[in-house]
């Protein structure tokens, strides 16, 4: 069965791998599987074809025969459950790798899309320029514990995982804000990720819909 993702007709970040259907481009190329992208505008995510897949009007989805999913975190998930390539076979270490998942959507990146909504939603507000610096420290505090815990490895637990994949996709989102300069191991983990030759591919095909570049072969 052909696998469908949707995408933003035209991103917001212009092609840069900040939308969330590189992720789900991302683990599809780890694991191989051939998918098509349809493209759909700002409109049409709000209309009702769209709702009756996600319903709160957003992208990425997922469409495979019968099964229509949502949430980056619940398709990486699928991918990587049903395709060898993402997950251990060890069950432990498939436990932890699930739940580096969960800790990259709901700890780490939370503070990081607070970041994004204190400048660019917030930054004309009088109280943007006090603010910014409580967001920052919240953001740090988590990457503190995040190196700790990486230390000098280069994955997060043992070989590259979806965990990895979800962590590193977020992590992106601080790669122009120069935070991620004061965490050395952090700033490596994610050049690792970004030099992967599946997420190479990814961006590459985001980023060619952005451009109206057409990709080779």
Do not use: C
Request: aromatic share 8%; hydrophobic share 45%; glycine share 8%.
């Amino acid at each position: 069965m052909t696998i469908t993702i949707t995408a933003f007709e035209r991103s917001p970040d212009g092609g840069k791998g900040l939308a969330r259907d590189t992720r789900v481009r991302w683990a599809l190329e780890e694991v191989g599987q051939p998918y098509e992208v349809r493209l759909v505008s700002f409109r049409a995510m709000k209309e009702p074809a769209h709702l009756a897949l996600h319903p709160f009007g957003q992208i990425p989805t997922y469409e495979e025969g019968a099964l229509a999913l949502f949430e980056t975190g619940s398709i990486v998930f699928h991918i990587a459950e049903r395709h060898a390539g993402l997950l251990p076979d060890d069950a432990d270490a498939r436990a932890r790798a699930i739940t580096w998942m969960f800790a990259a959507l709901n700890t780490v990146e939370p503070p990081i899309l607070e970041l994004t909504i204190a400048k660019i939603v917030e930054g004309d507000r009088p109280w943007s320029k006090e603010r910014l610096p409580l967001v920052e420290d919240r953001i740090r505090d988590r990457l503190k514990q995040l190196s700790a815990r990486l230390r000098d490895a280069d994955w997060l637990d043992g070989g590259f995982s979806a965990g990895d994949l979800m962590m590193v996709s977020v992590l992106l989102r601080l790669k122009s804000s120069g935070i991620l300069d004061d965490y050395p191991n952090l700033a490596a983990y994610l050049a690792r990720g970004e030099a992967r030759p599946a997420y190479k591919r990814a961006f590459e095909a985001q980023l060619a819909v952005n451009t109206g570049t057409p990709l080779p072969g």
